[in-house]
């Protein structure tokens, strides 16, 4: 059986710039501590340890995968991490479409279905979401790295 997708974007947990750079200052902590403490005394080896975890943790959270969209069968399908439940979010209930800035802060927390003030949010990196409107008010805000490309997509399967 062959799937045809219109659109087809994945998210990952850890490509986000700003933690990103929040794991590597704290494992050049650690490595900076190491160095420092080197002749003190000998668990100080704790430190390179815990260093050498943090990239580690940082290079697998790379390519773990948050959640995939797809857009398919006038619908757009949101599946998250393992034991997250599929959302199907039906474009016939859709009245309007447009681009949006996710959020103004600088840090926003990666999130999968959070129901939060009249709208359902999924979030992983970027600063740049898709808002769908439906009947009755309620807004999805989809976090993208191609929110030009996933907008016209969208635009055009309502279309169709």
């Known amino acids: 059986m062959q799937h045809k997708y219109k659109y087809i974007e994945k998210q990952y947990v ?11 200052v704290m494992a050049a902590f650690c ?3 190491y160095v420092y403490e080197r ?8 430190f390179l340890v815990v260093g050498f975890g943090i990239i580690a943790v940082s290079i697998v959270l790379l390519f773990l ?7 398919q069968n006038k619908s757009v399908i949101i599946d998250g991490l393992w034991t997250s439940k599929k959302v199907k979010i039906d474009l016939i209930s859709i009245v309007s479409v447009r681009k949006d800035i996710y959020s103004n802060y600088m840090f926003n927390n990666p999130v999968y279905n959070l129901h939060k003030k009249g709208s359902i949010r999924f979030y992983s ?11 009755d008010g309620l807004e999805y805000f989809i976090g993208t790295q191609r929110p030009n490309e996933m907008l016209l997509v969208i635009q055009a399967e309502m279309k169709s």
Do not use: E, P
């Not at 002749?39 to 704790?46: A, F, G, S, Y």
């Not at 995968?65 to 857009?71: A, G, P």
């Open 31 to 33: 490595f900076a501590a």
């Open 14 to 24: 850890g490509r986000d710039y700003i933690r990103i750079c929040i794991r590597l």
């Open 65 to 71: 995968i948050h959640y995939q969209v797809r857009v």
């Open 125 to 135: 990196s970027g600063k740049d979401a898709i808002v769908l409107t439906d009947r």
């Open 39 to 46: 002749d003190r005394d000998n668990t100080v080896d704790l």
